[in-house]
């Protein structure tokens, strides 16, 4: 009987390390994300500060700033939440991270602005090329963080996965139009269009490739 009762015992707590391993899990991944959106929200910041051309988006962002004379934060939370409505037909639906998406770089991006209109008020050519390339490496290392967190997809990445679902296009061209159309019409609005915006479009992708070997494994486990 003795025996029976010391292989009993060293059993117990085994029954309780399950129940804590999802809330781990969750936590370790909520850092990721929330880190990667402060860093998307600073890259954004970056790119617009420099003057030299934003992301796709952010050409539309601001061109309705120009327009309307609101702060940049709540045009991208009020743009955000208009791509979400364009969800619905698509059948999308949204997570964690879409939400965290919409609330902390519409919360973050007037903040880091305004920081660096006080630290660079005026900065020279040479600065503001310094700023837009960091921002592009930047805005590569924060999307690797955020899609390794797997909390599901921004409003903009929604809507693409959506219509290649809907459509059947390559999300090459579902991306393409979608980004060329924004374009252009935040241009239209007045956004700043500019060589930062096709550096862009041409080497975010190679860095969020290269940061993903180490920030979401997930994306690169498959040539």
């Known amino acids: ?25 969750g936590a370790r991944r909520g850092v990721p994300l929330i880190l990667g959106l402060l ?36 045009v991208v939370v009020v743009a955000s939440v208009l791509v979400l409505l364009a969800w619905i037909p698509l059948r ?47 805005n590569g290392v924060a999307t690797a963080a955020y899609i390794g967190s797997r909390f ?15 459509t059947r296009l390559s999300v090459r061209v579902v991306k393409t139009a979608i980004e060329v159309t924004v374009v252009l019409l935040g241009w239209a609005l007045g956004g700043t269009f500019g060589w930062a915006t096709v550096a862009y479009a041409l080497g975010v992708g190679p860095v969020v490739q290269l940061a993903a070997r180490r920030l979401a494994p997930s994306m690169t486990a498959h040539p």
């Open 92 to 138: 999308q639906r949204p997570g964690v991270g879409t939400v965290a998406n919409v609330v902390v770089i519409g919360a973050s991006v007037d903040p880091f602005l305004a920081l660096l209109e006080r630290v660079a008020p005026h900065p020279a050519l040479v600065a503001q090329v310094a700023l837009a390339l960091a921002g592009i490496a930047l």
């Open 1 to 25: 009987m003795g025996a029976v009762t010391s292989t009993d015992h060293p059993a117990e707590p085994t029954t309780t390390q399950p129940r804590r391993a999802p809330r781990t899990q």
């Open 152 to 166: 599901g997809p921004g409003p903009r990445d929604g809507l693409m996965t959506g219509l290649v679902a809907r």
């Open 39 to 74: 860093a998307y929200a600073l890259s954004m910041a970056l790119m617009l500060h420099a003057g030299q051309g934003g992301m796709p988006w952010d050409v539309l962002h601001q061109g309705i700033v120009r327009r309307t004379g609101l702060a940049y934060g709540p």
